[in-house]
């Protein structure tokens, strides 16, 4: 398996524009995870889906974060509109037990909000 | 709510052993989990506990007591490339929701 797939890996855009990043898991994983890294916050918790379904948004941090996940293979993560402080790296993670235990992370997204 | 503490820097020597520890708090607890992160890089797995007492996998291990709060990762015959942060994550209330902590950023010195 190729593990999670991210894209794009960077993405260098202008505030009030609309972002999506995208996200592949790995294959048979039926937990998905978006995480946000950032070093003055760390590596937060934004929202996790199990079985295509959104379980936990409470770290989407404002209502111009959104999720979704219209199947097993494939979600999407859109910030609209976008803001400087949104600038960070934006990880996918997938696993098949949820927090218990081993996460897999894709590469991530370096999102630049100019 | 969830918290969770390590210190932020370690140094040590090429071939020692380092610890580097967790303490939390979280309401409701399923595991702890270790992760390794390279500059650039993303977060790949160590270990999980979910009972106390210690796990070892090669020259990793990690250990939990409950009771304690508290929990430690142990990294034996350091190797440069052993240079990395080290982030602990508490999986709590609901059980599939990791908490991770602010992590720590070990030097390997030559």
């Known amino acids: 398996d190729a593990g999670v797939i991210q894209s794009p890996r960077h993405e260098v855009t202008e505030m009030g524009q609309e972002v999506t990043l995208r996200c592949k898991p790995i294959?048979?994983?039926?937990?998905l995870f978006w995480y946000r890294q950032t070093m003055m916050r760390g590596l937060e918790l934004l929202i996790y889906?199990?079985?295509?379904?959104?379980?936990?948004d409470s770290g989407m941090p404002e209502d111009r974060f959104s999720a979704k996940m219209p199947n097993a293979s494939f979600s999407t993560l859109k910030i609209q509109p976008s803001e400087p402080r949104d600038s960070a790296v934006y990880f996918c993670?997938?696993?098949?037990?949820?927090?218990?235990?081993?996460?897999?992370f894709g590469p991530g997204t370096r999102l630049t909000v100019l | 709510g969830q918290s969770l503490e390590q210190p932020s820097e370690v140094t040590a020597v090429e071939g020692a052993i380092v610890q580097m520890n967790c303490t939390y708090q979280?309401?409701?607890?399923?595991?702890l989990s270790w992760y390794q992160q390279h500059d650039g890089g993303a977060p790949t797995f160590l270990s999980y506990?979910?009972?106390?007492g210690l796990e070892e996998t090669g020259r990793f291990s990690s250990f939990l007591s409950r009771s304690d709060s508290y929990g430690y990762l142990l990294l034996q015959e350091l190797q440069m490339k052993d240079s990395a942060s080290y982030f602990c994550?508490?999986?709590?209330?609901?059980?599939?929701?990791?908490?991770f902590g602010a992590g720590t950023r070990l030097f390997v010195k030559a």
């Open positions: 506990n979910a009972l106390d």
């Open positions: 294959s048979g994983h039926d937990y």
């Open positions: 994550a508490v999986s709590g209330t609901g059980g599939f929701k990791t908490i």
């Open positions: 889906f199990n079985n295509n379904v959104p379980i936990d």
């Open positions: 979280t309401s409701g607890f399923y595991g």
């Open positions: 993670a997938s696993s098949t037990a949820g927090g218990l235990g081993e996460q897999f």
